[in-house]
């Protein structure tokens, strides 16, 4: 048995992963605004409706996410409910469950190397010692891409069962679907079937969703796609979670999710 939902949640507070957590309101809202204007860097490689507003986006984070639901609350810090998030995370679990079972071909993928890459090599280690396939895809790839020096010449890099999108300093951060395409191109190309499930977030999880590819992924109360995503039915689930924690803090959420009662196959 894993921790129980009381100790992730207690977790979840003590650490800032939510409940009053470091995005603040200001961030958020634009971010609302960004994808509600179809800004591509927060779509994350989702085609929404066009319906969607700034306001019906924060009613949605509201619902999904738990942030604050005052219309004049604008600066300061905002919130994730952490019983939002260990409903998503049973959601998750239940998902990943069936890979477990069912020996499943996932991809694990992040665009948060830094603190998110560490928690799916503990899903990658699960599936393979379960008999699944950790795939490895278009590695070596590249593609033109935006970061914080400006356009450069990037690629698809793979360590531990985790894919990352790389410059030459290595691993970076990024929002954008081109390295999950060229990925599933790759895997295409090769004659090898799309995988089954796609474990990640950002871009890496949008653009596989899109694709029409079961996608499960993490995201910041400043990133609302996936939440968009799964209220379409487009992402399968998306957790709730604040994102920039130091990486070992997440290894008790590995343990909540490999160990539901479920995931163990009892």
Not at 2 to 24: D, N, Q, Y
Not at 86 to 108: H, N, P, S
Not at 244 to 255: C, K, M, P, S, W
Request: hydrophobic share 40%; aromatic share 8%; proline share 5%.
């Amino acid at each position: 048995m894993g921790p129980s939902r009381e100790t992730l949640i207690a977790h979840l507070l003590a650490t800032g992963m939510a409940g009053r957590v470091a995005t603040p309101r200001e961030n958020n809202l634009e971010h609302f605004r960004r994808l509600a204007a179809r800004d591509p860097h927060y779509l994350f490689g989702l085609d929404p409706g066009r319906h969607w507003t700034p306001d019906t986006i924060l009613d949605l984070m509201v619902r999904k996410v738990g942030v604050n639901p005052r219309l004049n609350y604008r600066f300061g810090v905002d919130t994730i409910d952490p019983e939002l998030t260990a409903d998503a995370l049973d959601r998750y679990a239940a998902r990943f469950d069936t890979a477990l079972r069912e020996k499943q071909r996932v991809l694990f993928a992040t665009g948060h190397p830094r603190t998110l890459a560490r928690l799916y090599r503990h899903f990658a280690a699960a599936l393979a010692e379960a008999g699944g396939t950790v795939l490895e895809a278009g590695v070596g790839r590249t593609y033109e891409g935006f970061t914080k020096y400006g356009h450069q010449r990037l690629e698809i890099d793979f360590f531990r069962g985790v894919h990352t999108a790389a410059d030459a300093g290595g691993s970076i951060h990024t929002h954008s679907p081109a390295p999950i395409l060229l990925a599933l191109s790759a895997l295409n190309e090769a004659g090898e079937p799309a995988p089954d499930l796609v474990v990640a977030d950002h871009g890496w999880c949008g653009g596989a969703a899109r694709a029409g590819i079961d996608a499960i992924g993490f995201a910041d109360c400043n990133d609302p796609a996936l939440f968009v995503g799964e209220e379409e039915g487009t992402v399968r689930v998306a957790v709730p979670i604040d994102d920039g924690i130091d990486a070992e803090e997440y290894d008790l959420l590995a343990a909540y999710v490999l160990g539901r009662e479920f995931a163990t196959g009892k």
